[in-house]
């Protein structure tokens, strides 16, 4: 039986305007978006059994993004998800350095489309 | 991965980390079959190990596999080190895998496979340093360069996460801040004038 390649991301952002963008890009790419606004929510989605491509903002209010990755660890819901850091901050915080080797990837605020769709799909293919 | 071995080794060790899947995926993207054994040990979950394989197996025409405890270091093959545990080579010729504890929030480390390769007459070395937060494979570098290899590391510019290559650039020992296509150039370079 063929497997049928992850075609989910889950975009987590507290600005709505990032949100609406990642929906516009990968849609029509045939990728399908959860968007959801802060780090509670996508814990509450990985809890629902959400797996793909986890595109995380940083500096979110009440719990940032490397607090909810922590808490993706402790409750045991990264396996299956690739993570990479969605952020307007050029150099990450040296303290969460030991969290590193779940994140592959540090994706810069602003990015150009067709660069995060390629990245983003390739990212995707991991899962496959 | 059992070949007949030739009495000299080159060994490129690549340490990686944030953001460096996507370098990888440049550097041997086309990247021809050379007389060197390349060594990645790239920091990620154990998952996607196998994954980061494939995916680097698709573009290079060398062999391209998950290191295992024991396997003869042999040229014209790309050993991934497994997440969850340091990869040591032994003599430059047997890879041996460890379960240590973690080098600087890590395993498997940079430093740790990039210092246990032997000063030899007859072998030749390169290290690596790509993207990546923290200072893994700032003491590899040093040790490679003490031991008359080449070091290189990945122009800033280029990187997601600029704190490793600019650790190893801060030990005064990388010979050359490249960007992945400059370090695929280079590393073909190297293997081919061994």
């Known amino acids: 039986m063929t497997e049928v390649p992850c075609q989910r991301i889950m975009v987590v952002d507290d600005d709505v305007f990032i949100l609406?963008?990642?929906k516009e890009l990968f849609e029509p790419e045939g990728i399908e978006v959860v968007?959801?606004?802060?780090?509670?929510?996508?814990?509450?989605?990985?809890?629902?059994?959400?797996?793909?491509?986890?595109?995380?903002?940083i500096m979110m209010p009440r719990k940032d993004g490397w607090e909810t990755i922590k808490e993706m660890l402790d409750l045991d819901l990264m396996e299956g998800n690739v993570v990479a850091m969605l952020t307007a901050k050029d150099v990450p915080d040296g303290e969460l350095e030991y969290i590193k080797e779940?994140?592959?990837?540090?994706?810069?605020?602003?990015?150009?489309?067709?660069?995060?769709?390629?990245?983003?799909k390739g990212y995707l293919d991991y899962l496959a | 991965m059992e070949n007949a071995a030739p009495p000299n080794r080159t060994i490129v060790v690549i340490g990686?980390?944030?953001?460096?899947?996507?370098?990888?995926?440049?550097?041997?993207?086309?990247?021809?079959?050379?007389?060197?054994?390349?060594?990645?040990?790239?920091h990620m979950p154990l998952y996607i190990n196998s994954s980061l394989c494939r995916h680097l197996a698709k573009t290079t025409q060398m062999e391209v596999g998950i290191a295992e405890d024991g396997d003869p270091v042999e040229h014209g093959t790309i050993y991934v080190a497994p997440s969850d545990v340091h990869l040591k080579l032994v003599g430059n010729r047997t890879i041996r895998l460890f379960n240590d504890e973690k080098v600087q929030f890590v395993r498997p480390s940079i430093d740790v496979a990039m210092t246990s390769l032997e000063k030899s007459s007859g072998d030749r070395f390169a290290g690596v340093i790509l993207s990546g937060m923290g200072s893994d494979g700032a003491q590899g570098i040093r040790h490679i360069k003490s031991i008359g290899g080449a070091t290189l590391a990945?122009?800033?510019?280029?990187?997601?996460?600029?704190?490793?290559?600019?650790?190893?650039?801060?030990t005064g020992k990388v010979d050359q801040m490249l960007p992945p296509e400059g370090i695929r150039e280079q590393i073909i370079r190297i293997a081919r004038t061994a």
């Open chain 1, 20 to 22: 609406e963008v990642m």
């Open chain 1, 102 to 120: 779940h994140v592959i990837d540090y994706i810069t605020k602003p990015f150009e489309a067709d660069e995060i769709v390629t990245v983003v």
């Open chain 2, 16 to 42: 990686s980390s944030t953001g460096g899947p996507r370098t990888l995926e440049t550097i041997f993207s086309r990247f021809p079959l050379v007389d060197a054994a390349i060594i990645i040990v790239q």
């Open chain 1, 35 to 57: 968007a959801v606004e802060s780090g509670d929510a996508c814990i509450a989605e990985l809890k629902k059994g959400f797996r793909g491509v986890v595109l995380m903002d």
């Open chain 2, 154 to 170: 990945q122009a800033l510019r280029t990187c997601a996460i600029h704190a490793m290559p600019r650790a190893a650039f801060e």
